[in-house]
């Protein structure tokens, strides 16, 4: 039965109870009601709360990319650029897209947490919404209606949509991406192909060669499907290849063509050039591992073993693999019920558009030797919802075959079991769920089997128990994920997972500090025990929490895995109970800030300033959830000192490393240069430029912050040149626990 029959239905029984003299105000509204539209407001409704409550309380959220949003609101040329400062030294290492987003509404409310996070929500309610619009046009409302869940529902997507990464805007273009696809194979329009190209083109402005990853299947399925001659198809399709180069290769012409003098320094490249980050950090760099500069991989260094089973593991298994299973499964059963079907039926188009997306997007994932963070894998969840959502529902409406009330079975089966298998991995975490899943399953997997009975209520009661069996994993996932702050550039979705190689709990993204990941190079973090990298440093003493220090602005104290190369953070923090190491893996002459009051979350965690203090602007710096690479919120001296005479200089300060500049300058907001971009690998400025920079009066002061980025760590010395110039020119002031060079007072001797 059709879903206007079914409406249809519902409705003349409504009528019949009311002519059989049973007339109700209640039965009268109810014959009225549209309940498609009033399902679908549910859903969006729904989502808009799961992803705007207490949005607030991540404050920065990747204080990397607010800071950009800060300097985007002070400079059009930082917007234009995707600026990290409004000074224009140097560039965000991604493309500024979702930066322009988040620039347009904080110049509209103002910077703070607030202004920045909304949009990123509102996009994940788009997503929802276009996703259901793209399914209900070809399988119904139910089917729309269970995509869109899926996707609003998987821990991953509530993280994102929750964060300011790019990846936010990225899914929601893709989506949009697929919902033209999907009504150019309707009809052969060229606008819709040309419409769906451009938007994948945006998708390359927000995160380049990520968005890239949907288009060898989107374009085969067009040429294989859509309703009109091949000689149209062929052509159809080159303009649509030509929609994504000019959308994408107009900004990319404007970086390239403007003179590099006039321009900030393009974060992430070596050598100043935008295609070098599109080919290089951002591009083939994340699938060979050779991101020179960078922390880079190696298959089974710092970014987890690749392999076929990855996304499976314990780093990725729990941000959005819940359904993947059942994905295939029911991908498996849409190409059987189309297997005899004509070229160009849209209903297997659809399951090939969805499941190309799936497929090539895990396999790169998986493969991939470079940097691949678990929260990326937020691109899966739009493919899993839809072949979830179109697959069960047209496999439901064949359950009068054996063969697909088998596949409905064996889809809950792999998921009931894979979901008691991802929960066994927190034990203690809602320790009576995981086992309710595994019983649920083969219970009703029991009913599946069995053929269908004509009465309603029976079916209805069968599909509601089978989807909240499938969802209660995930959608508990998500609910912890909603109700827990994050902080820092790698956050996890979901609670604390034993053993995560590089994810929840583990090195990269933890929610909270947990188990650390056994990293070649890396210091550890199990049970608050702390070890320094073998790269250098003291080893550490139990990170008890209480009172103690972390490392300013660089990586907080123990959350383990700290990359080999270090990064800003310098000489690390003291932790009560012991010596801290060495973050950085080299020397700096200070690298802590005053002891805070935060008490120690599980397994040693700190909040990353030690205080739990909130900035001027509201925004809380010690919040639970923090994420490596998070900065922390200087002393209200340290603060005061960069604002004075602050319009005197054109960088209040100056120092290693974009996370470690972004505390700084979100708490005085004015500009300050972060010396070698994000890791402090970038090989920019280099010594000369920085003393020219210094003796023109451009720079106030010097934050030391350890060196970063040297030889060892793959990338430019110029960072550690820089920190031991200053060192030696220049005489250091404790500020407010803050070491400070004043750069416009050199030593006698200089």
Same mark, same amino acid.
């Given at each position: ?32 009601? $549209? %309940? ?26 990747? #204080? ?7 300097? /985007? ?56 919404? &276009? ?118 290769? %107009? ?5 390239? &063509? ?9 974060? /992430? ?6 295609? $070098? ?34 996304? +499976? $593991? ?17 991908? /498996? ?31 790169? +994932?998986? +493969? ?37 009330? =088998? ?14 298998? &991802? ?49 209660? @994993? ?115 002459? #200070? ?11 599980? #397994? ?8 739990? =203090? ?12 923090? @994420?490596?690479? $998070? ?120």
């Amino acid at each position: 039965m059709t879903d206007q029959a079914a409406a249809t239905a519902g409705i003349t029984g409504h009528h019949s109870a009311i002519r059989a003299g049973r007339p109700s105000v209640i039965l009268r509204a109810l014959a009225r009601v $549209n %309940w498609t539209t009033v399902s679908l407001a549910g859903l969006l409704a729904v989502t808009a709360v799961l992803y705007l409550w207490d949005l607030g309380a991540s404050g920065w959220a990747n #204080s990397f990319y607010s800071a950009a949003v800060l300097a /985007g609101t002070k400079s059009w040329k930082a917007f234009l650029f995707g600026s990290f400062d409004a000074s224009n030294f140097i560039t965000v290492d991604k493309p500024p897209a979702s930066l322009w987003v988040m620039d347009v509404s904080a110049r509209l409310f103002g910077v703070n947490a607030w202004s920045i996070l909304v949009p990123q929500a509102l996009e994940g309610v788009a997503a929802v919404g &276009l996703l259901y619009a793209t399914l209900r046009r070809r399988f119904g409302h139910a089917a729309g209606l269970i995509a869109g869940a899926v996707l609003a529902l998987t821990p991953v997507a509530v993280l994102m949509f929750r964060y300011n990464n790019p990846d936010a805007l990225l899914v929601v273009l893709l989506v949009g991406s697929a919902y033209a696809l999907t009504r150019a194979l309707e009809d052969g329009r060229t606008r819709w192909l040309v419409l769906a190209g451009t938007l994948v083109g945006l998708g390359f402005l927000t995160k380049m060669l990520g968005a890239f990853l949907v288009l060898p299947g989107f374009a085969a399925v067009y040429l294989l499907a859509a309703p009109v001659s091949l000689r149209r198809r062929v052509l159809q399709t080159l303009a649509a290849g030509a929609s994504v180069v000019l959308s994408a290769g %107009w900004w990319v012409a404007l970086v390239t &063509l403007w003179p590099a003098a006039a321009r900030p320094y393009i974060g /992430g490249s070596t050598g100043n050039s935008e295609l $070098n980050l599109i080919f290089g950090y951002n591009g083939f760099g994340r699938i060979t591992g050779n991101e020179t500069g960078s922390v880079g991989g190696s298959g089974t260094g710092a970014w987890g073993p690749t392999g076929l089973f990855r996304m +499976f $593991n314990d780093a990725f298994g729990g941000q959005t693999s819940w359904l993947i299973p059942a994905a295939l499964i029911l991908l /498996g059963g849409l190409l059987w019920l189309g297997g005899r079907s004509p070229r160009t039926d849209g209903r297997r188009a659809a399951a090939l558009l969805w499941g190309t997306w799936l497929v090539v997007t895990a396999l790169v +994932f998986s +493969f991939a030797q470079g940097i691949i963070h678990p929260y990326y894998t937020v691109a899966l969840a739009p493919a899993i919802g839809a072949l979830v959502g179109m697959g069960g529902v047209e496999l439901w409406r064949h359950r009068d075959r054996l063969a697909a009330r =088998a596949l409905l079975a064996a889809a809950l089966a792999a998921t009931s079991v894979w979901a008691f298998a &991802l929960l066994g991995r927190s034990p203690t975490w809602l320790p009576w769920l995981g086992p309710a899943v595994l019983i649920a399953g083969p219970l009703l997997d029991a009913a599946l089997l069995l053929p269908p009975v004509g009465r309603r209520w029976v079916a209805a009661l069968l599909a509601t128990g089978v989807l909240a069996t499938a969802l209660a @994993g995930p959608t508990a996932y998500a609910l912890d994920t909603a109700g827990t702050p994050h902080t820092g550039a790698i956050p996890s979705a979901g609670p604390v997972v034993a053993d995560a190689a590089g994810g929840p709990g583990g090195g990269f993204g933890s929610t909270t500090a947990g188990p650390g990941a056994a990293l070649p190079g890396a210091g550890t973090a199990a049970g608050g025990e702390l070890t320094a990298p073998t790269g250098g440093g003291q080893t550490g003493g139990s990170a008890t929490g209480g009172t103690g220090t972390g490392a300013q602005g660089g990586f907080p104290g123990g959350t383990g895995g700290i990359p080999p190369q270090g990064g800003p953070g310098g000489g690390g923090g003291s932790l009560s109970g012991g010596d801290a190491p060495n973050a950085s893996g080299g020397s700096g002459p #200070s690298g802590s800030i005053p002891s805070g009051s935060g008490a120690a979350g599980p #397994s040693g965690s700190i909040p990353s300033d030690g205080s739990g =203090a909130t900035s001027p602007g509201g925004v809380p710096t010690g919040s639970a959830g923090g @994420g490596l690479l $998070n900065a922390g919120t200087p002393a209200a001296a340290v603060t005061a000192a960069l604002q004075k005479d602050a319009s005197r200089y054109t960088w209040v300060a100056a120092t290693v490393g974009a996370e470690n500049a972004a505390g700084y300058q979100l708490a005085s907001g004015d500009p300050v240069m972060a010396i070698g971009g994000f890791n402090g690998t970038d090989p920019w400025p280099t010594l000369s430029v920085f003393e020219q920079m210094v003796r023109s009066g451009e720079i106030h002061y010097f934050i030391a912050s350890g060196t970063a980025g040297g030889p060892a760590a793959g990338g430019s010395a110029d960072s550690s040149d820089i920190t031991s110039w200053v060192e030696s020119h220049y005489t250091a002031t404790t500020v407010g626990g803050t070491t400070l060079y004043d750069l416009t007072r050199p030593v006698a001797s200089s």
